[in-house]
């Protein structure tokens, strides 16, 4: 099985960080990676975390280095694996995208999440850092070499303790306990299978302690090396400008690429990887088919807030189950509609409904109290501890205040990936009901 898998990920010659095996069996527990051959063609399919945060899941199933006559050859084939849930084909290059775009028109939803791009660099400006935009670089690393009495040696199995060690030490500075046992663990099977997985690293040591290690792996054909993990002691000045710089010095010249993955929509590290110049930025695009009721949403959605079709899609393929959407059909067509999307709030785990819109031929019918009460049922029944809205004007609080919702004046955080309030976040302040 590794060895056909492996043989045709090498066929893909995507700069996908995704695509890469060491990278698969490192995150394999935590998203459920699975492999098929699907006619020839590697399909892998993932558990995929909620977009919004809010625990659940959902999964996607992504075709290394697909073109749009590899996905239509398989389409039936991945959607009857879906199963109830909308088929999500995940990790689409641009170009793949458009194809698909341009093929199936209105039958179908395309989305970039920009948090999931991946950073492309030149190896040889990480290894020169010729030029003023590196100066910064170069003063940290002078700084480093200045006042550390160091080493910097291969990385191997056999650093694991101290490496572990280290990486205990930067989650309980940097990370809740979720979001790092998941790294720890990612970590530990990386180490368990160092050599097997062919990983490639070094280990920066000051005097006896390890200061900071990192390591990753090439592409099948040696032109790209994708760092999978990099920890260090920030104790020490100019530690991250070093191990980056000295794990790139260690590289084959042949390689041509250094792909330090994604930034997760986190600002701090996009900061960090946009200051080392990247030279290209690999964004990976999902396409969702749409079936009858899916292109009726949109419809209806653009109709009544007037937003963009690239605004919808992003919404749809992020958020959209059919357990979480409450529709009303009239004369064959959906007329009526809200969304159930979970979140943390101050009132606890949260159902907020979004997107209530009913067609104005078919208003004044109780439609959309009727779709908000559905939601309110089903968040209920589902365990959360409450329901929230933002009414998107003054005149509806009365409206809701009759369906049990409260003017709490709760503000709702919408700052990091997509913007599910108003768009102004001044004005993201909800209505609650607990259940």
């Not at 659940?56 to 694996?81: C, N, Q």
């Not at 199963?83 to 641009?94: A, D, K």
């Not at 010729?130 to 670089?137: L, N, S």
């Not at 306990?177 to 299978?193: H, I, K, T, W």
Request: aromatic share 10%; glycine share 6%; proline share 4%.
């Amino acid at each position: 099985m590794r060895e056909q898998m492996l043989r045709q990920l090498s066929l893909s010659r995507t700069l996908d960080c995704d695509a890469l095996f060491a990278n698969l069996y490192m995150w394999q527990p935590l998203f459920d990676y699975r492999y098929a051959n699907v006619g020839g063609r590697c399909v892998i399919r993932s558990r995929m975390p909620e977009a919004s945060g809010g625990g659940g899941e959902r999964h996607g199933f992504f075709l290394p280095g697909a073109s749009t006559d590899d996905i239509a050859s398989v389409l039936d084939v991945l959607t009857a694996a879906a199963g109830r849930e909308p088929l999500r084909i995940v990790n689409l290059s641009s170009e793949t995208a458009a194809a698909v775009a341009d093929r199936y028109g209105d039958g179908i939803a395309v989305d970039c999440n920009r948090a999931y791009s991946d950073y492309i660099y030149s190896r040889e400006a990480l290894e020169t850092l010729h030029g003023r935009h590196y100066q910064p670089k170069r003063n940290h690393i002078n700084r480093f070499r200045s006042l550390y009495d160091h080493t910097v040696a291969p990385l191997c199995r056999d650093d694991a303790a101290e490496c572990m060690a280290l990486a205990e030490q930067w989650r309980e500075e940097h990370h809740t306990p979720q979001s790092a046992d998941a790294e720890m663990q990612v970590l530990r099977r990386a180490f368990d299978a160092f050599d097997e997985l062919e990983l490639h690293g070094i280990v920066l040591r000051v005097g006896a302690r390890v200061a900071a290690f990192s390591f990753g792996s090439y592409t099948p054909d040696g032109r790209m090396f994708c760092v999978h993990a990099e920890k260090a002691d920030t104790t020490f000045e100019g530690v991250y400008a070093m191990i980056c710089n000295a794990l790139v010095s260690s590289l084959d010249a042949a390689c041509i690429y250094v792909n330090r993955e994604e930034d997760l929509g986190i600002e701090g590290l996009r900061r960090s990887k946009q200051s080392w110049q990247p030279v290209k930025m690999l964004d990976k695009y999902t396409a969702m088919p749409l079936d009858d009721s899916l292109r009726q949403i949109r419809r209806l959605w653009q109709e009544v807030f007037g937003d963009e079709r690239e605004f919808v899609d992003s919404f749809l393929v992020r958020y959209y189950s059919p357990e979480r959407c409450v529709v009303r059909r009239e004369q064959g067509r959906v007329v009526s509609m809200a969304h159930i999307v979970p979140i943390e709030t101050a009132a606890g785990r949260t159902a907020y409904i979004y997107a209530v819109a009913t067609d104005p031929a078919f208003r004044c019918r109780g439609l959309g109290r009727s779709v908000v009460e559905e939601c309110m049922t089903r968040a209920r029944a589902a365990g959360f501890d409450a329901v929230a809205l933002i009414p998107s004007e003054e005149s509806l609080k009365s409206f809701y205040a009759a369906l049990g919702f409260a003017d709490e004046k709760m503000p709702v955080d919408f700052s990091s990936g997509f913007d599910l309030g108003t768009g102004e976040p001044e004005r993201d302040i909800a209505m609650t009901a607990r259940l």
